[in-house]
Every structure is written in structure tokens, then in C-alpha cells.
């Protein structure tokens, strides 16, 4: 396995995660989301409003913009309630079920009144390294429900001051050091060897369900990317949460004794995958499945939908150095 030195670009997650994969996951890219349909609303005239006596009032999933300030990263919290009121408001049963919701954070209003609100795990992932207690950032979350006790709201995004787009930010298209895309568009990140030939690793235990061995390999999705030989890896935590790994530009494709690799093997964390390519670099991705992460591009559904090991690029990558995956997974509590 190759050694630390080896590696040019360690990154936030290559202390934890990346470190196993390869050596022994501005803002992130994510889905595109819909920011303007989300209302801004005051979380102190929201607060203020009428409660029931007893049991909850279900709301239609009302879209909400709010500006709060961080009182907590909070934890683990029980979502039951927001889920039946997500089924009451015309979600189907099994979209509620699947939905990965296990965490909440405290957020706080002008005048100091604080509100525990439900976050979805693929969103939680980022926000501890994104957003220290104490700062200000823009919820857009949805109300599901009010009780005696407050409003339910699941935040699906966040924006903080620093992370807001800007309009008049020019493209970056020079290319990348994968030489696979360009910087606006690249999605993932990339590790340069000191030499090719080197294994490169998986980053958790997992099961391999795509293997590319064409050095050209077609694609015209800019979120697939064709880039040569790759690997994808399916790892499933204990909480249920689903993240695929992929690992381009390699060489040979082998296994942790040299074997060919085969669809369906499973593998440890930290197990050979492949080999680093003769351009020694690798481009490494992590794409969590995740309610608001998956892609409903019209071109995707017409050329993959009916391609079952083609699946995994149904779910749009994330910044591997931003992503909490085992966070994600319920392997552990976020980072602060």
C-alpha cells in the first residue's frame, strides 16, 4: 500500500478517510438544488405562531429560507414524527421510510430563542466541518409538522456567507490533474503518485458492482465522465445509509493477491482495488444515496436508467474532503 509521503493533495478527509484508502471525504459539489423556492421567514414571528393543544398540525412540506446563527452540532435524534407527517402530507410510505434522517442541530434566532431542527444525513455530513458554533448560515427546510412542543422542520441544504455563490465568478476551465474534466465541473478529487504501478485502496468495507477495463471508456455525462479504468465500490452502514466509491484512472485492475477482479467480490477497507495508472494520478469520488442527491437529468434517464451496473451514477459526488461518510453512515458522531 502506499505510503503517506506518496501523496501531494491530503486534504480535510485524507487525515481520516482517505488515508486508509490510499495510504495504509469553497463549497462542495452537490445536487443542484432549487433555492428559490424556499420563503424567507423570520424564525421569531415562526416561533410565535399558534400551537396545538395536543397532537401535531401537519403542513404540505412548506419550503423555508431562514437566517440563524449555529447553537449546537447537536447528535442523534428520532425522526418518527417528522416521518408520519411526511407520509400525512402525501409522500409515498416507502420514500418516508427510505428517508436517512438521524441527526439534528440546535439553531438559534435574533432575539435568542433556540430550536432543534431535523437535518438529512447526506447535509449533516457537511455541516460540522463547514459551519463552527457560533456562525450564521441560511437553513432551506421544510415544515412537516408543529406540536405543543414547536415546529418539525428537516433542513436540506445550507449556505453560509462565505459559501453563497457568485454571480460574477468566471468558469475555471483549465483542466484537472486527472486530465478527465475541467475545475468547475470536477467531481471529485484528485491524489498524484510519486509512481504508477502503486495499489491504490478502498476506502471501507464494500462490494464491487461496476468494473471499467476500457482505457477509453464512453461517456457524454459530465457527472460520469469517461476517463479510462475505474472501479466502483457499494458500502452499506449499519444505519442503512448507501455510499459508492470510484476510483479512476487506474492501471491494472486487481485484487488484495493479485487476482483479477471480478462484479460482486466483496472487499475490506483498505484492500487493493487496482493499480495506480501510467499517468499517476487517481481520481477519487464519493456519492452518497441520499433524498435531494439524486440525479433526474433527462439524458441520464434515456441512456442508464435500464443499465442495472450503471446505477451508482444515479447519485451526484460530493467533495471527498468535506463528506463525514462514516458520520453518514451512523459509524460514528460527526466531526466538530
Known sequence: MLPPCVFRKPGLLAASLLLVVLCALPVAVRA??????????????FL??????????????????????LASHGGPCTSGALKRSLIMSGMPKADADGLQVTNCI?????????????????VYGFLPGEVPVGDKLSLYAI?????????????????????????????????????????DEHPGVDFTADRAGGPAAAMADGIVVKIETSEQAPSDLPIIGGCGRYV?????YPNGGIVYTRYVQLGRIVGPKGQALAVGASIKAGDPIGEI?????????????APGNTTTDKAWIERYASVPDMEWSRYVPVDPQKFDAASFGGVRKATK
Open 143 to 183: 415544515h412537516g409538522f408543529t406540536s405543543r412542543e414547536g415546529p418539525g422542520l428537516l433542513v436540506n441544504e445550507f449556505l453560509t456567507p462565505r459559501s453563497v455563490p457568485r454571480a460574477d465568478k468566471p468558469a475555471d476551465k483549465t483542466m484537472t490533474s486527472c486530465g478527465c474534466w475541467t475545475q
Open 106 to 122: 440546535t439553531v438559534r434566532s435574533a432575539k435568542g430563542r433556540e430550536l432543534k431542527v431535523f437535518i438529512q444525513d447526506v
Open 232 to 236: 466502483v465500490l457499494k458500502h452499506t
Open 48 to 69: 410565535a405562531r399558534r400551537r396545538p393543544a395536543s397532537g401535531m398540525d401537519v403542513y404540505p412540506m412548506a419550503p423555508l429560507k431562514l437566517d440563524v446563527t
Open 32 to 45: 443542484e438544488f432549487n433555492f428559490a423556492r424556499y420563503k424567507e421567514t423570520d424564525l421569531d414571528e
Open 277 to 289: 495508472g501510467p499517468n499517476k494520478v487517481l481520481h477519487f469520488e464519493i456519492r452518497p444515496v
